[in-house]
């Protein structure tokens, strides 16, 4: 396996690694970095990848500079190899909401997490992240995202997960491959509360949808969200 490294807005990086066995025609599991005076690592990836990001990471910003660490809820591909990136970086910080630091990171963690509460905004120097609480969505009581201000970067995590190795940034749809995934895997927490959130989301206006799973994009951003919205809004009420 490669970790693959493209730049999807200003200054925010793709870092992605391919496992072919992991879906058909292969499934992308995707970091971004946030380059910044105090750079900011989404996602980290499992424990046994960390060779591979943190090599990637490197060719970009010394892994050292980093100096936060999130992620969208509390899985190994998400944050598996955080403590490796605690101890490469020490000025590193988990930041999370704190809900992900009550009922896990709090003891999880090799240093104590910062805990945000919605809506909170970190200033990174030349970026700017706000965390939004998003539970169950797309599942985990503790999921939340992130909105990054400046270029409208939209931290997705799992949302829109579907299969493949395609291009960093895609023009076509991403809808309806998510949909394919969710008949694939299950893996979205389906309630009253999903497409309300989602919907939420839409209203940030987006102008890129950075994906953990799949090809990130910048075309119709807030209509992929609301059509994303409405496909769960009809699987609820068809039961």
């Known amino acids: 396996m490669q970790t693959s490294t493209h730049e999807i807005a200003d200054r925010i990086y793709r870092l992605s ?6 879906a058909p025609g292969g499934f992308t599991f995707n970091q971004f970095l946030v380059d910044a005076d105090d750079p900011l690592l989404f996602h980290t990836g499992p424990r046994r990848m960390f060779p591979l990001v943190s090599q990637a990471i490197a060719r970009i910003v010394p892994l050292e500079r980093l100096r936060w660490i999130a ?23 988990v930041a999370h909401g704190a809900i992900g630091c009550m009922v896990s990171l709090d003891d999880l963690c ?56 395609g291009p960093a940034l895609t023009d076509g749809d991403i809808v ?33 949808l950075a994906l953990m799973h799949g090809s990130s994009t910048q ?6 969200l609301v059509r994303l919205a409405d496909a769960y809004d009809l699987m609820i009420q068809q039961g």
């Open 71 to 93: 992620f969208g809820h509390v899985e190994s591909d998400e944050c598996g190899a955080m403590n490796e990136f605690l101890t490469a970086a020490p000025r590193a910080e």
């Open 176 to 208: 309806g491959p998510a949909l394919a995934a969710e008949e694939l895997f299950h893996a979205t927490a389906l309630s009253t509360i999903t497409a309300t959130t989602i919907r939420r989301l839409a209203k940030l206006e987006p102008q890129t």
């Open 110 to 165: 090799d240093r104590p997490p910062r805990k945000l509460a919605d809506g909170e905004v970190i200033d990174l120097g030349g970026k700017r992240v706000r965390h939004i609480d998003t539970p169950h969505v797309p599942h985990n009581w503790e999921a939340r995202v992130l909105f990054e201000e400046n270029t409208k970067t939209l931290f997705c995590g799992d949302l829109f997960t579907h299969a493949g190795d």
């Open 219 to 224: 075309t119709r951003c807030g209509e992929s």
């Open 17 to 22: 690694t391919c496992v072919p066995e992991a």
